[in-house]
């Protein structure tokens, strides 16, 4: 079946620093892919988005790209913020019973210190 | 737009007292709603999908009877926790789509039920 598997967490990184979260999936077909950011005591905001390979989502200094061969979508951003603490999910959407589902990771917890 | 609010926020049952959380787009329709459920430190898990104006399709192993899910309006899905014992205990959330046909989900703050 398909499934997300992201690095573990937290990570914790000083302020500036560059970040990469690990994202890889596997699925049948062609799912779309998708970053979450859950702020503390938030509920989960679309980061960023690809629906198809080599596609680059990318949005707040966040980037992500779509990488079929390598079955990944890892985020990366190069200068992260005190405020970019939270807790990263990373998702596919796929077709199923006539209608798209999720399927999220474990999420990572990123904590960024000034 | 695409906002979504639960309620309650949080809210604590006694064993065996059923408890109804409320999950409302305010700012589109939504004729798709999804219910999660979220186990700390784990990832979400997609609980049901909820239909305006049909049944709820259930995921397997979700105990349909357990999780009552009704969305009566394109506005408002709500997920019932009959007869909540503590292994109920957890953190529900809901999402909805803005477009049908659409992939891209949009989220509930989150709803933590402690049952006693």
């Known amino acids: 079946g398909n499934s997300v598997t992201q690095m573990e967490g937290p990570v914790t990184l000083s302020e500036e620093a560059f970040l990469t979260i690990n994202c890889t999936y596997t699925?049948?077909?062609?799912?779309?892919l998708f970053w979450y950011v859950q702020y503390p005591g938030e509920g989960l905001q679309l980061l960023l988005k690809?629906?198809?390979?080599?596609d680059k989502g990318s949005n707040k200094g966040f980037e992500a790209t779509y990488r079929k061969e390598t079955t990944s979508f890892h985020l990366e951003k190069g200068s992260v913020q005190v405020s970019d603490s939270a807790v990263y999910f990373c998702?596919?959407?796929?077709?199923?019973?006539?209608?798209?589902?999720?399927?999220f990771g474990t999420g990572t917890r990123l904590k960024v210190l000034a | 737009g695409a906002v979504v609010s639960q309620h309650p926020s949080r809210v604590i049952c006694k064993s065996g007292t059923s408890v109804k959380i409320e999950c409302r787009s305010l700012?589109?329709?939504?004729?798709?709603m999804f219910w999660y459920r979220q186990f700390p430190k784990k990832s979400l898990m997609l609980m049901a999908t909820?239909?305006?104006?049909?049944?709820?399709?259930?995921e397997q192993g979700v105990e349909k009877d357990k999780f009552l899910i009704n969305h009566a309006s394109l506005t408002l899905s709500t997920l019932t926790v009959t007869s909540a014992h503590p292994e109920d205990s957890s953190f529900y959330i809901c999402?909805?789509?803005?477009?049908?046909?659409?992939?891209?989900?949009?989220f509930g703050p989150g709803t933590r039920l402690l049952v006693l």
């Open positions: 999402s909805a789509r803005t477009d049908p046909l659409g992939e891209t989900q949009y």
């Open positions: 700012d589109f329709q939504a004729t798709t």
């Open positions: 690809a629906t198809k390979a080599d």
């Open positions: 909820s239909n305006e104006g049909s049944k709820a399709t259930y």
């Open positions: 699925a049948t077909g062609y799912p779309s």
């Open positions: 998702a596919l959407s796929s077709r199923g019973s006539g209608t798209y589902k999720y399927i």
